[in-house]
């Protein structure tokens, strides 16, 4: 069995290689390696999920990298329950994608390099998964950070595109420095970075102090949370680290489905459920990602309204859904964000695809505005489409409905202080989420068709395999809410593999208050989004115009993405590049390089010299060079 | 006496080697020019069999042969492989640039399997004897191979050179040797232990003795002050000489430290230890600064090659305290990346344009970019830059002097690996960010670029998933 | 046993007075003859402690074979001694300083040694009954077989080397080849040609022998 799970991530990365030998090549054959590589992690990962599922986990190193010191550099896997849910989930939504990703970059020149960095990040995201150590999570975690990075810059000649994925790595590395911050707190105290001691001592870890300020003592456990979570916060798309994502929309449409909608973005919340243990120690912590989660399921929901680009609106309704998980997190129902990162990734791939199928349908244009009436033309992408749509809403029996009403109420139950802001703050966001989500689907697939005619003329149903992807996913996306809710969040089914303090235990308690009116707010909120919805983009289209006009100054700090961006580019940006040049001049040019690395090289050059000429090329000189050496060590010898 | 089955079997790579040298000698005679590639074929044939030999013959333990002349143990056949499949390299990249130097005659091949064979009984040496002997074959066969390149006046000078200072070398190593004799009465070097062990420091015959086996060895790793012909030596071989000089030539020099110091001299530990560390920081000043100021490519990796004696030397002062995996596994990666770092200058070395200096690597990025990236995975693995093995076996060298309490050693070992690291970052940009000035041919034939790119992606590979070879390098030095 | 003594004495000292003035002799032909005589005197310690064989052989070898050999070279070869001494002075005074400390400092180290151990002496070869070159032989084929056979493996390489290096087809010297000149057959030389005659008045006999030369 040990075999087959390092065959797994090993299966993708072999298809990323084998890909990755046909970029030279003019022939679009990529996925020849890459579909394979994909589809057999995907059938092992199934495999793997039915042996856990009868009760085989795993835990220990498959192969030891190197020693420092006491430090075991292991390559480590561990394999339960979370993890057998996460690798299907990401081999399926990633097979979907790379087979849908053969009609859509038809004809792009980077055809072949584009399945060799799908086909990695999968194997970057399964190592990130299924790690049992601290190392070899940071492994994947950078990894699928750098794949990112490359995808987003992958029309590497739009200038957009570059800015797009600087920006992305750069707001990763800022969370990165959170996360390996967390990493040493916890490696200086413990001495170790594998999961398992990490968590059976995780206790010592909240009753040792660390200053971080001369003369604040602070928990270590809280510390560390912190840390790692300003990381997660990274890699999620959290407030006020957010700003890369809509940003990264610059790829190409599959991998804002596979990277920034289904699964790497979900990464930093499947770390805050996989370090649950860690987690717990800490009310502090717990606080901090309540809150910061709610604040992000609102404001972003709030900015989707307004958006034009379609892409960038499922872009920040991403971002918001991601505020519901880590609100989960938060309030320590961390099956139900999990239960929410599985169907959303679905629903979310869904959309994404589908969006991308209307996209190519009018040449590539990805303004609403000029959109409209694709819904005739495009019966499969609409249907498919109008059912990630009331997913997305939580509309009943749609999965998105039981993932995040299940959040909601857990919410209202939660004791942890900033839960009854989160409460609210999610409620309302359901509404927000509706009017938006409705408002894309009206303005994209119904009433007047606005492209020019020489687009419409051409207007048609996308390849099958396009649809049938879109297809298959909104299978889960229909059905896994209904069927998955009662066994996997309240039938236990994660068992040991997440931690829930005693007395925290919101989902224990929401199996039995299962009921009561606010079980139906947040469906009847949604329902009135929809009405919302349709009445101002169906019936009377002249209304938004003259609400955005009449809110003023609201409406352009929507448009003006709350001020994020400003802040970042303008202020931390600019602050932040004074500084540079500041510390360039004085401290670069002038005493490092000036004195030290010149200076050195200087001299080491100029000693170089000298030495050089020791090199006379007599034969003579060098037999006597050789006994002056004899000379000297029998001496040594002789006074010794 | 006799000799049974067991005994000869355990020789039986070294007389594979010897056999068919005698055989080919013949066999030469009746070959035309243009069949030259028979006995080319067979001589690499031979020490590939010889090498697999090695390797299935590998003992469980130690055991000593032929009258104590011939040590049979795990160290000797992990490192014969090496020896072996080195040489091997070095023929299979040489095919193309000993046909232009007029070099690919008969003669060299044989001389290239005697001077195996020396290689291989250095590696096994059960008695002081068989180490000398061992030496002479090897060191014999390399000067002629160096000075067969008769036209070039370079070479004439590095063979006469390192003729006569070999010769000198020998001489103290053999002086050394006699003391030692002198000192315990005995030949074998397992006697010799005994005896060391027991009259130790007290004996100064046999500390004389061990000084000068050291000197004598210092000079065949060619580690400062003993070191001035490597660059003159190595500059002038005719290139396919030079890949078996910077590879398996130092690997044997290596077997026999290993046979006399730690086999024989084992007890006087402390007495060579601090040889071992002077020797070392000598070694990382001068290879890796002097290697700054050269032009010449040839040069430059030959004080490249002094400077990594001296990481050597790191590990072998402090491995009697921290173990001999350390060396062994620098020594074997070194042979490696030695091996295919002058496999590919030999290779550039065309008729038309002869890549002698680091501006001819100018632009190679563009006219060969997969011979630059080789090159550049080599370039990094000397400079010991992660991921590939170079750096794997530094950072084991300097683990080992930390356990050795030898930190300072550790530190000065570092400094010099990161001044070391311009220089070879220097072939680099020349490859990759210079424009190309001249147009180098081809790169070897098919086979030498195959095999080239196999042992170029191995250093980088051992680098990756360390294991395999930290795994070969305990199992070589279990018996010690 | 004074006797012993004193002829050891005799011979070890013109040993080492002829061995330096092997180094230090003007003229190369006396450097060789100096080299002879420490030769004969070697073989008459050899002699005195027992070593009848190695004896004869160092005189025979060595001061028969090698050395005649080396005058000859030395003869035939014109060696500008001027060039090959300068700079010899420069360095003498420093090299002499370093190789006096150089001695005394390792005679103080093995004076200090005490004897060491015992090697050789009269069992080393196993008894008498047989001849010292009987034993020899022995040994050589038997404890030292392997070194014995490496030995001559050197020797091997010593004798391709020679030939490798010196033995080169110089395409603008013309030299004989007596195998070729022994195979050579008549067709290889001699070629009839037939010729029409010219005309009837002088025409009784028929052709002309065109002879094709050798090579040398």
Same mark, same amino acid.
């Given at each position: 069995?040990?075999?087959?799970?390092?065959?797994?991530?090993?299966?993708?990365?072999?298809?990323?290689?084998?890909?990755?030998?046909?970029?030279?090549?003019?022939?679009?054959?990529?996925?020849?390696?890459?579909?394979?590589?994909?589809?057999?992690?995907?059938?092992?990962?199934?495999?793997?999920?039915?042996?856990?599922?009868?009760?085989?986990?795993?835990?220990?190193?498959?192969?030891?990298? %190197? /020693?420092?010191?006491?430090?075991?550099?292991?390559?480590?896997?561990?394999?339960?329950?979370?993890?057998?849910?996460?690798?299907?989930?990401?081999?399926?939504?990633?097979?979907?994608?790379?087979?849908?990703?053969?009609?859509?970059?038809?004809?792009?020149?980077?055809?072949?390099?584009?399945?060799?960095?799908?086909?990695?990040?999968?194997?970057?995201?399964?190592?990130?998964?299924?790690?049992?150590?601290?190392?070899?999570?940071?492994?994947?975690?950078?990894?699928?950070?750098?794949?990112?990075?490359?995808?987003?810059?992958?029309?590497?000649?739009?200038?957009?595109?570059?800015?797009?994925?600087?920006?992305?790595?750069?707001?990763?590395?800022?969370?990165?420095?959170?996360?390996?911050?967390?990493?040493?707190?916890?490696?200086?105290?413990?001495?170790?970075?594998?999961?398992?001691?990490?968590?059976?001592?995780?206790?010592?870890?909240?009753?040792?102090?660390?200053?971080?300020?001369?003369?604040?003592?602070?928990?270590?456990a809280s510390f560390a949370a912190i840390a790692l979570f300003v990381g997660a916060m990274a890699k999620s798309a959290q407030i006020p680290l957010h700003v890369w994502l809509p940003d990264s929309m610059e790829g190409p449409t599959p991998i804002s489905a596979l990277i920034h909608a289904a699964t790497m973005v979900t990464a930093g919340v499947f770390m805050l459920a996989r370090l649950s243990p860690l987690y717990e120690q800490s009310l502090a912590a717990l606080s901090l990602v309540l809150v910061v989660g709610a604040l992000t399921a609102l404001a972003l929901g709030l900015v989707a309204l307004v958006q034009?680009?379609?892409?960038?609106?499922?872009?920040?309704?991403?971002?918001?859904?991601?505020?519901?998980?880590?609100?989960?997190?938060?309030?320590?129902?961390? /099956?139900?964000?999990?239960?929410?990162?599985?169907?959303?990734?679905?629903?979310?791939?869904?959309?994404?695809?589908?969006?991308?199928?209307?996209?190519?349908?009018?040449?590539?244009?990805?303004?609403?505005?000029?959109?409209?009436?694709?819904?005739?033309?495009?019966?499969?992408?609409?249907?498919?489409?109008?059912?990630?749509?009331?997913?997305?809403?939580?509309?009943?029996?749609?999965?998105?409905?039981?993932?995040?009403?299940?959040?909601?109420?857990?919410?209202?139950?939660?004791?942890?202080?900033?839960?009854?802001?989160?409460?609210?703050?999610?409620?309302?966001?359901?509404?927000?989420?509706?009017?938006?989500?409705?408002?894309?689907?009206?303005?994209?697939?119904? %009433?007047?068709?606005?492209?020019? /005619?020489?687009?419409?003329?051409?207007?048609?149903?996308?390849?099958?395999?396009?649809?049938?992807?879109?297809?298959?996913?909104?299978?889960?996306?229909?059905?896994?809410?209904?069927?998955?809710?009662?066994?996997?969040?309240?039938?236990?089914?994660?068992?040991?593999?997440?931690?829930?303090?005693?007395?925290?235990?919101?989902?224990?308690?929401? /199996?039995?208050?299962?009921?009561?009116?606010?079980?139906?707010?947040?469906?009847?909120?949604?329902?009135?989004?929809?009405?919302?919805?349709?009445?101002?983009?169906?019936?009377?289209?002249?209304?938004?115009?003259?609400?955005?006009?009449?809110?003023?100054?609201?409406?352009?700090?929507?448009?003006?993405?709350?001020?994020?961006?400003?802040?970042?580019?303008?202020?931390?940006?600019?602050?932040?590049?004074?500084?540079?040049?500041?510390?360039?001049?004085?401290?670069?040019?002038?005493?490092?390089?000036?004195?030290?690395?010149?200076?050195?090289?200087?001299?080491?050059?100029?000693?170089?010299?000298?030495?050089?000429?020791?090199?006379?090329?007599?034969?003579?000189?060098?037999?006597?060079?050789?006994?002056?050496?004899?000379?000297?060590?029998?001496?040594?010898?002789?006074?010794? | 006496?006799?000799?049974?089955?067991?005994?000869?079997?355990?020789?039986?790579?070294?007389?594979?080697?010897?056999?068919?040298?005698?055989?080919?000698?013949?066999?030469?005679?009746?070959?035309?020019?243009?069949?030259?590639?028979?006995?080319?074929?067979?001589?690499?044939?031979?020490? #590939?069999? @010889?090498?697999?030999? #090695?390797?299935?013959?590998?003992?469980?333990?130690?055991?000593?042969?032929?009258?104590?002349?011939?040590?049979?143990?795990?160290?000797?056949?992990?490192?014969?492989?090496?020896?072996?499949?080195?040489?091997?390299?070095?023929?299979?990249?040489?095919?193309?640039?000993?046909?232009?130097?007029?070099?690919?005659?008969?003669?060299?091949?044989?001389?290239?399997?005697?001077?195996?064979?020396?290689?291989?009984?250095?590696?096994?040496?059960?008695?002081?004897?068989?180490?000398?002997?061992?030496?002479?074959?090897?060191?014999?066969?390399?000067?002629?191979?160096?000075?067969?390149?008769?036209?070039?006046?370079?070479?004439?000078?590095?063979?006469?050179?390192?003729?006569?200072?070999?010769?000198? @070398?020998?001489?103290?190593?053999?002086?050394?040797?006699?003391?030692?004799?002198?000192?315990?009465?005995?030949?074998?070097?397992?006697?010799?232990?005994?005896?060391?062990?027991?009259?130790?420091?007290?004996?100064?015959?046999?500390?004389?003795?061990?000084?000068?086996?050291?000197?004598?060895?210092?000079?065949?790793?060619?580690?400062?002050?003993?070191?001035?012909?490597?660059?003159?030596?190595?500059?002038?071989?005719?290139?396919?000489?030079?890949?078996?000089?910077?590879?398996?030539?130092?690997?044997?020099?290596?077997?026999?430290?290993?046979?006399?110091?730690?086999?024989?001299?084992?007890?006087?530990?402390?007495?060579?230890?601090?040889?071992?560390?002077?020797?070392?920081?000598?070694?990382?000043?001068?290879?890796?600064?002097?290697?700054?100021?050269?032009?010449?490519?040839?040069?430059?990796?030959?004080?490249?090659?002094?400077?990594?004696?001296?990481?050597?030397?790191?590990?072998?002062?402090?491995?009697?305290?921290?173990?001999?995996?350390?060396?062994?596994?620098?020594?074997?990666?070194?042979?490696?990346?030695?091996?295919?770092?002058?496999?590919?200058?030999?290779?550039?070395?065309?008729?038309?344009?002869?890549?002698?200096?680091?501006?001819?690597?100018?632009?190679?990025?563009?006219?060969?970019?997969?011979? #630059?990236?080789?090159?550049?995975?080599?370039?990094?693995?000397?400079?010991?830059?992660?991921?590939?093995?170079?750096?794997?076996?530094?950072?084991?060298?300097?683990?080992?002097?930390?356990?050795?309490?030898?930190?300072?050693?550790?530190?000065?070992?570092?400094?010099?690996?990161?001044?070391?690291?311009?220089?070879?970052?220097?072939?680099?940009?020349?490859?990759?960010?210079?424009?190309?000035?001249?147009?180098?041919?081809?790169?070897?034939?098919?086979?030498?670029?195959?095999?080239?790119?196999?042992?170029?992606?191995?250093?980088?590979?051992?680098?990756?998933?360390?294991?395999?070879?930290?795994?070969?390098?305990?199992?070589?030095?279990?018996?010690? | 046993?004074?006797?012993?003594?004193?002829?050891?004495?005799?011979?070890?000292?013109?040993?080492?007075?002829?061995?330096? =003035?092997?180094?230090?002799?003007?003229?190369?032909?006396?450097?060789?003859?100096?080299?002879?005589?420490?030769?004969?005197?070697?073989?008459?310690?050899?002699?005195?402690?027992?070593?009848?064989?190695?004896?004869?052989?160092?005189?025979?070898?060595?001061?028969?074979?090698?050395?005649?050999?080396?005058?000859?070279?030395?003869? =035939?070869?014109?060696?500008?001694?001027?060039?090959?001494?300068?700079?010899?002075?420069?360095?003498?005074?420093?090299?002499?300083?370093?190789?006096?400390?150089?001695?005394?400092?390792?005679?103080?180290?093995?004076?200090? &040694?005490?004897?060491?151990?015992?090697?050789?002496?009269?069992?080393?070869?196993? &008894?008498?009954?047989?001849?010292?070159?009987?034993?020899?032989?022995?040994?050589?084929?038997?404890?030292?077989?392997?070194?014995?056979?490496?030995?001559?493996?050197?020797?091997?390489?010593?004798?391709?080397?020679?030939?490798?290096?010196?033995?080169?087809?110089?395409?603008?010297?013309?030299?004989?080849?007596? &195998?070729?000149?022994?195979?050579?057959?008549?067709?290889?030389?001699?070629?009839?040609?037939?010729?029409?005659?010219?005309?009837?008045?002088?025409?009784?006999?028929?052709?002309?022998?065109?002879?094709?030369?050798?090579?040398?």
């Open positions: 069995m040990e075999t087959l799970y390092l065959l797994i991530p090993l299966a993708s990365l072999v298809g990323a290689l084998g890909a990755g030998t046909t970029v030279a090549s003019v022939r679009e054959i990529g996925h020849r390696w890459a579909i394979p590589g994909v589809a057999v992690s995907f059938l092992l990962s199934l495999v793997v999920l039915a042996d856990v599922l009868a009760g085989h986990t795993f835990n220990g190193a498959v192969y030891t990298w %190197g /020693a420092i010191g006491g430090l075991e550099l292991e390559v480590g896997l561990l394999i339960d329950r979370l993890t057998a849910v996460m690798m299907a989930v990401v081999t399926f939504v990633s097979l979907a994608v790379h087979v849908y990703t053969i009609g859509y970059m038809h004809g792009d020149p980077g055809y072949n390099r584009f399945f060799a960095y799908i086909a990695g990040f999968t194997f970057f995201m399964l190592m990130l998964v299924m790690a049992n150590n601290f190392l070899v999570l940071f492994f994947g975690w950078e990894g699928v950070g750098l794949v990112s990075y490359l995808l987003i810059g992958f029309w590497y000649t739009r200038e957009s595109a570059i800015a797009a994925s600087l920006k992305a790595f750069l707001v990763n590395r800022l969370g990165d420095i959170g996360f390996v911050l967390g990493l040493g707190a916890i490696y200086a105290t413990l001495g170790t970075l594998a999961y398992e001691p990490v968590f059976a001592r995780a206790g010592e870890l909240a009753s040792s102090t660390i200053a971080v300020l001369p003369g604040m003592p602070w928990s270590v034009h680009d379609i892409k960038r609106v499922i872009a920040y309704s991403t971002i918001s859904q991601l505020g519901y998980m880590v609100v989960a997190m938060g309030i320590s129902a961390y /099956a139900a964000g999990i239960f929410h990162l599985m169907t959303h990734a679905f629903f979310k791939a869904l959309l994404f695809l589908a969006a991308g199928s209307a996209i190519h349908a009018v040449a590539d244009e990805q303004d609403m505005r000029r959109m409209g009436g694709l819904a005739r033309h495009m019966p499969v992408t609409h249907w498919t489409f109008l059912i990630g749509a009331l997913a997305l809403c939580g509309i009943w029996p749609f999965a998105g409905y039981y993932s995040k009403d299940t959040i909601i109420e857990a919410a209202a139950l939660s004791a942890i202080p900033g839960a009854g802001f989160a409460y609210w703050a999610t409620l309302i966001g359901v509404g927000i989420t509706a009017v938006y989500t409705f408002r894309m689907y009206f303005l994209t697939f119904h %009433g007047p068709e606005r492209m020019d /005619a020489e687009t419409r003329a051409h207007l048609h149903e996308s390849a099958r395999v396009i649809t049938w992807p879109l297809v298959v996913l909104a299978v889960p996306s229909l059905l896994a809410g209904f069927f998955l809710l009662e066994p996997v969040v309240f039938g236990g089914y994660f068992g040991s593999s997440l931690f829930v303090a005693e007395g925290r235990d919101v989902l224990g308690e929401l /199996a039995h208050h299962h009921g009561g009116w606010g079980q139906y707010l947040p469906l009847a909120l949604a329902l009135a989004g929809v009405g919302l919805a349709y009445y101002l983009y169906m019936v009377r289209r002249d209304l938004p115009a003259r609400l955005a006009a009449a809110s003023g100054p609201a409406y352009s700090a929507l448009v003006a993405k709350l001020g994020f961006d400003r802040l970042f580019e303008g202020w931390l940006a600019g602050a932040g590049r004074g500084l540079g040049r500041a510390l360039w001049r004085g401290g670069d040019e002038h005493l490092i390089d000036g004195l030290a690395v010149n200076g050195t090289a200087g001299r080491v050059a100029a000693a170089a010299a000298r030495l050089r000429g020791i090199q006379s090329g007599y034969v003579y000189h060098y037999a006597f060079s050789m006994l002056i050496g004899v000379f000297a060590l029998v001496s040594w010898f002789f006074l010794a | 006496m006799t000799f049974g089955t067991p005994e000869m079997l355990a020789v039986l790579p070294e007389l594979v080697v010897m056999g068919m040298a005698l055989g080919l000698l013949v066999l030469d005679l009746y070959l035309r020019p243009d069949q030259r590639g028979i006995t080319f074929a067979l001589a690499v044939a031979t020490l #590939a069999v @010889a090498a697999v030999l #090695a390797a299935v013959l590998v003992p469980g333990e130690a055991r000593t042969l032929l009258n104590g002349q011939f040590l049979h143990d795990r160290l000797g056949a992990v490192l014969k492989v090496f020896l072996l499949g080195g040489t091997a390299l070095a023929l299979i990249y040489g095919r193309r640039p000993l046909q232009r130097l007029a070099m690919y005659r008969g003669e060299l091949f044989i001389l290239m399997l005697l001077a195996s064979a020396g290689m291989m009984l250095m590696a096994s040496a059960g008695t002081l004897l068989m180490a000398y002997l061992g030496l002479e074959l090897m060191s014999l066969s390399l000067y002629t191979m160096i000075a067969m390149d008769r036209d070039s006046i370079p070479a004439t000078e590095g063979a006469v050179k390192y003729f006569l200072l070999g010769s000198l @070398a020998s001489g103290i190593l053999l002086y050394g040797l006699s003391l030692v004799f002198g000192a315990s009465g005995s030949l074998a070097l397992d006697e010799i232990a005994a005896h060391a062990a027991r009259a130790g420091v007290s004996d100064p015959l046999l500390v004389l003795g061990g000084v000068f086996v050291a000197i004598g060895l210092a000079f065949k790793l060619g580690a400062v002050p003993f070191h001035m012909w490597i660059p003159d030596v190595y500059h002038g071989s005719p290139s396919p000489v030079t890949v078996v000089l910077a590879s398996t030539s130092k690997l044997a020099a290596f077997a026999l430290l290993m046979r006399l110091l730690v086999g024989g001299l084992g007890p006087m530990a402390e007495q060579w230890q601090v040889i071992a560390g002077a020797l070392a920081v000598l070694s990382l000043v001068v290879g890796n600064v002097v290697a700054i100021a050269q032009t010449a490519i040839k040069r430059m990796l030959a004080y490249s090659a002094i400077a990594h004696v001296g990481f050597l030397l790191i590990g072998l002062a402090s491995a009697p305290t921290s173990g001999y995996m350390a060396p062994v596994l620098y020594m074997l990666l070194y042979t490696l990346m030695g091996a295919a770092a002058f496999g590919i200058v030999s290779m550039l070395d065309r008729d038309e344009a002869p890549a002698r200096t680091i501006d001819d690597f100018a632009g190679l990025s563009r006219t060969h970019p997969w011979t #630059a990236f080789l090159m550049l995975i080599l370039m990094f693995a000397l400079a010991g830059v992660p991921p590939t093995g170079g750096f794997m076996a530094k950072l084991y060298v300097f683990q080992a002097a930390v356990e050795a309490d030898l930190v300072w050693l550790a530190v000065f070992g570092v400094l010099m690996a990161v001044i070391g690291a311009f220089y070879y970052l220097r072939v680099v940009k020349a490859m990759y960010f210079d424009p190309p000035e001249r147009t180098l041919g081809p790169v070897g034939d098919r086979v030498a670029q195959g095999a080239v790119s196999v042992n170029a992606l191995a250093v980088l590979g051992l680098g990756i998933l360390p294991g395999p070879l930290v795994e070969l390098s305990l199992f070589a030095v279990a018996g010690i | 046993m004074a006797v012993t003594q004193a002829i050891f004495y005799l011979f070890a000292t013109v040993l080492v007075v002829a061995a330096l =003035m092997v180094i230090t002799a003007r003229n190369p032909v006396h450097s060789v003859l100096f080299l002879v005589l420490s030769f004969v005197n070697g073989a008459g310690l050899f002699l005195l402690a027992g070593a009848e064989f190695l004896a004869f052989t160092l005189i025979l070898v060595y001061v028969g074979a090698v050395m005649v050999l080396f005058l000859f070279v030395l003869m =035939m070869l014109d060696i500008n001694l001027q060039r090959m001494r300068e700079g010899f002075l420069n360095y003498l005074p420093l090299g002499a300083v370093i190789a006096f400390v150089l001695v005394v400092e390792m005679g103080a180290m093995l004076a200090a &040694g005490g004897s060491g151990a015992v090697v050789g002496g009269d069992g080393a070869l196993g &008894g008498t009954e047989a001849g010292n070159t009987t034993l020899l032989g022995r040994v050589l084929y038997d404890t030292y077989l392997l070194p014995f056979e490496v030995a001559a493996l050197v020797l091997l390489v010593a004798l391709v080397a020679a030939i490798a290096l010196t033995l080169r087809h110089r395409p603008d010297v013309k030299k004989q080849d007596p &195998g070729q000149q022994v195979r050579v057959r008549r067709e290889d030389r001699v070629r009839l040609v037939d010729m029409p005659t010219e005309g009837a008045p002088y025409a009784p006999d028929t052709g002309a022998t065109g002879s094709k030369g050798g090579e040398g």
